[in-house]
């Protein structure tokens, strides 16, 4: 299809609605989500079959061009995902071996594939994917367009109204009219630190010394998030879009994105979509016609968790190596080259096309007073519904663990639900009524983070979590200040000392000690934030760790020095399961008789427990 490029909002307008009227040839369109979860489960397989398929099934009123390759549609616990629109039939765990039926009774016949269909941990089947709790009770602005649009189309998301926000930003707005719209809606730094957008904005855009540089983070290193990873490979060109309106509002004409290198994917579609905004005249020199020129680099990082952190990110693009500077050198005065630079990252530019576009008090209506808008986050661990998820700020944990997420796998009793990645904090039960925004989480010990949340079950240890998390820290640690490098590594060695019944009630004393040294004296986030998953756990499961050290014992389980599993005589019917599991040949037994674990050879790895559907190993 020729290009031709927009040099105008009326050409815009007229583009938008060529693309509105390809899509409504199709009254009937096939959602294959190709996120990172269902790639890894084959859905790259499905897609090829889904295309041999109706090329040669030849579906009256269905053709190839309805199937959309979309970015993560969010309920990665159910994957591969296909969707039916506009009915939003809704197929689970699909296979290549089920692309045939889908074809002939889905969209030849009108018919449902029953066995596909989604079925709640209550028994019940749902067919439209609205219906189903896990997105019933979301609301989404970020994470508008995935699931809906193919990832690699820039006319999929001028359908849409992709890059409509730009020209009104370009012709109906002045720079200083889009901060105070920003301002106005009160959007706060998705990546953590919370730190309002337009403010930010505002400052750099008052600094004259020139130039000045927009940069996006896309590092995103906590454990188990991938907020940021979906939108930059769903929804590439509204990251895209929230940052050109930036650079009008702060006279930039460069940015970067900076891309971890453990996101392929999502550096191939980054660079595909800044091609093809280019081609189109959305990216580039004299953009829309006007005198406004923005230009975007992709800055691969090597994924260094240090460089989450602004100044450590904005010489690692640079090409400098990737530690902090001290805090009194604000990023927005002297950041890129020692020039005035604005950083967000991947979620906020995201929301900033719909801000423009609806008006900053319609975001500020959504969420709470101090926290506006909507926030993502990845909903993992031990919970029924893992996935990616986005609700109103203000939304309580219990509603995000259990009416979204489903409760806890097998109906298992709840510990903990861990928020903020490896600087926030653990919150037990009895927090779960608590609001979840950037100030009561930070109340709470804990904190919003980049929005990463881990679920946990009575059989997570905390102390174990600590320790994880703490020895996570330690090596992504740069090494550059005292307080961080040393401090934190003795905080983790003590945190094993527990873990092996070694430590006595002065070393608790040791590490709280230690960790108020740490946050005050360190030179960046990382360090200041580094004691966070012990004094969270060590505020709402003291009890826990003194288990630990008085009695010897770890009451969840895990901790390997302080546990042995033993065979209940009563349970076993001698399966021979736990002898075939065991690699360290700890367990004996004939087939029917009751087993016995020879503790000197048992290497306490859990298999055995693992793989008994009778009950019969218990740790003790």
Same mark, same amino acid.
């Given at each position: 299809?020729?290009i031709?490029?927009v ?5 815009l307008?007229k ?24 790639l890894?489960?084959?859905a790259a397989e ?5 295309k041999?398929?109706?090329k040669?099934?030849?579906i ?5 061009e ?7 549609h969010?309920f990665?616990e ?15 765990r699909?296979k290549k ?5 889908i074809?002939?009774e889905?969209l030849?016949?009108?018919?449902v ?6 079925t709640?941990?209550d ?5 439209d994917y609205?219906?189903?709790p896990f997105?019933?009770?979301q609301k989404?602005?970020a994470l508008r367009n995935?699931?809906h ?5 820039i ?6 109204g992709?890059?409509?926000?730009l020209?009104?930003a370009?012709?109906?707005?002045s ?7 920003v ?6 730094g998705r ?6 957008a ?9 600094l ?6 927009v940069i996006?983070?896309?590092d995103?290193g906590d454990p ?11 929804d590439?060109?509204s990251?895209?879009e929230?940052m ?19 996101y ?5 579609f980054?660079?595909e979509a800044i091609?093809?905004a ?6 580039g020199d004299?953009?829309?016609g006007?005198?406004f020129?923005f230009h975007?680099?992709i800055?691969?990082?090597g ?10 990110l ?8 990737g530690?902090?500077?001290a805090?009194?050198i604000r990023?927005?005065?002297?950041g890129?080259?020692d020039r005035?630079?604005v ?5 906020s530019?995201?929301n900033v096309?719909v801000i423009?576009?609806r ?10 007073e101090t926290?506006?808008g ?6 993992v661990?031990k919970?029924v519904n893992?996935?990616?998820i986005?609700?109103?700020m203000?939304?309580t944990?219990r ?5 979204i997420?489903?409760?806890i796998?097998n ?6 639900v861990q928020?903020g ?6 919150l ?8 979840v925004?950037f ?10 983070g980049?929005?990463?949340m881990?679920?946990m079950?009575?059989?997570t ?10 020895k996570?820290l330690?090596?992504e640690?740069?090494g550059?200040c ?13 945190a094993?000392k527990?873990?092996e019944?070694m ?5 608790l ?7 108020g040294v740490?946050i005050?004296a360190?030179?960046?986030?990382l ?6 998953p012990?004094?969270?756990t060590i ?6 760790y003194?288990?630990?050290i008085?009695?010897?014992?770890c009451?969840?389980g895990?901790c390997k ?6 065979v #209940?005589?009563?349970? /076993?019917d001698? &399966?021979? @399961?736990c002898?075939?599991? !065991?690699?360290?040949? =700890? +367990?004996s037994?004939?087939k029917?008789e009751?087993h016995?674990i #020879?503790?000197t050879? /048992?290497?306490? &790895?859990? @298999?055995c427990?693992a793989? !008994?559907?009778r009950? =019969? +190993?218990?740790v003790?």
């Amino acid at each position: 299809m020729a290009i031709t490029k927009v040099a105008s909002p009326k050409d815009l307008d007229k583009l938008q609605k060529q693309c509105q009227t390809e899509q409504d040839k199709h009254k009937r369109k096939l959602m294959v989500c190709c996120g990172p979860g269902c790639l890894a489960n084959g859905a790259a397989e499905i897609v090829t079959e889904f295309k041999s398929q109706l090329k040669k099934k030849r579906i009256k009123g269905f053709s190839v061009e309805a199937m959309k390759e979309t970015g993560c549609h969010g309920f990665c616990e159910q994957g591969p995902l296909v969707v039916v629109e506009p009915q939003g039939t809704f197929y689970t765990r699909v296979k290549k071996k089920d692309v045939e039926r889908i074809v002939e009774e889905t969209l030849r016949n009108n018919k449902v594939v029953d066995d596909l269909l989604y079925t709640a941990p209550d028994e019940k089947t749902y067919r439209d994917y609205r219906e189903i709790p896990f997105y019933k009770h979301q609301k989404r602005i970020a994470l508008r367009n995935l699931g809906h649009i193919n990832q690699c189309d820039i006319r999929d998301y001028i359908a849409v109204g992709g890059y409509q926000a730009l020209a009104k930003a370009l012709n109906k707005m002045s720079p200083s009219k889009v901060i105070e719209e920003v301002k106005t809606s009160g959007l706060r730094g998705r990546g953590g630190g919370g730190f309002p957008a337009g403010r930010k904005w505002e400052s750099c855009a008052r600094l004259e010394e020139r130039p000045h540089y927009v940069i996006c983070n896309g590092d995103e290193g906590d454990p188990g998030a991938f907020m940021d990873r979906a939108i930059m490979e769903g929804d590439p060109h509204s990251v895209l879009e929230g940052m050109a309106i930036c650079a009008y509002a702060v006279d930039s004409s460069e940015g970067y994105i900076y891309v971890r290198e453990e996101y392929p994917l999502a550096v191939q579609f980054l660079q595909e979509a800044i091609r093809e905004a280019e081609e189109y005249g959305l990216l580039g020199d004299n953009i829309l016609g006007t005198d406004f020129s923005f230009h975007i680099k992709i800055s691969r990082g090597g994924g260094a968790f240090v460089c989450g952190e602004s100044s450590a990110l904005m010489k690692s693009v640079a090409g400098e190596v990737g530690e902090p500077r001290a805090k009194y050198i604000r990023s927005v005065q002297k950041g890129l080259y020692d020039r005035p630079t604005v950083l967000n990252n991947v979620e906020s530019y995201a929301n900033v096309p719909v801000i423009i576009d609806r008006g900053g008090k319609w975001f500020a209506k959504i969420g709470t007073e101090t926290s506006a808008g909507t926030k993502a986050f990845s909903l993992v661990g031990k919970v029924v519904n893992g996935g990616l998820i986005e609700v109103p700020m203000g939304t309580t944990l219990r509603e995000i663990v259990f009416d979204i997420g489903g409760g806890i796998r097998n109906d298992r009793p709840f510990k903990a639900v861990q928020t903020g990645g490896p600087s926030g904090g653990c919150l037990p039960d009895d927090k779960l009524d608590l609001s979840v925004d950037f100030d009561t989480l930070t109340k709470a010990g804990s904190m919003m983070g980049s929005g990463g949340m881990i679920v946990m079950d009575e059989g997570t240890c905390v102390v174990d979590v600590a320790k994880y998390f703490l020895k996570f820290l330690v090596d992504e640690s740069c090494g550059k200040c005292t307080p961080c490098r040393e401090g934190l590594y003795q905080l983790y060695l003590l945190a094993v000392k527990i873990s092996e019944g070694m430590a006595t009630e002065n070393d608790l004393d040791k590490m709280e000690q230690l960790s108020g040294v740490i946050i005050d004296a360190s030179l960046c986030g990382l360090g200041k934030s580094g004691p966070n998953p012990f004094l969270s756990t060590i505020r709402y499961f003291r009890d826990e760790y003194l288990t630990h050290i008085r009695d010897k014992r770890c009451p969840a389980g895990v901790c390997k020095a302080l546990i042995t599993y033993e065979v #209940d005589a009563q349970a /076993c019917d001698g &399966c021979m @399961a736990c002898i075939h599991a !065991c690699a360290a040949n =700890a +367990i004996s037994g004939k087939k029917g008789e009751v087993h016995t674990i #020879d503790q000197t050879k /048992c290497d306490k &790895c859990g @298999a055995c427990f693992a793989v !008994c559907n009778r009950h =019969a +190993i218990k740790v003790a």
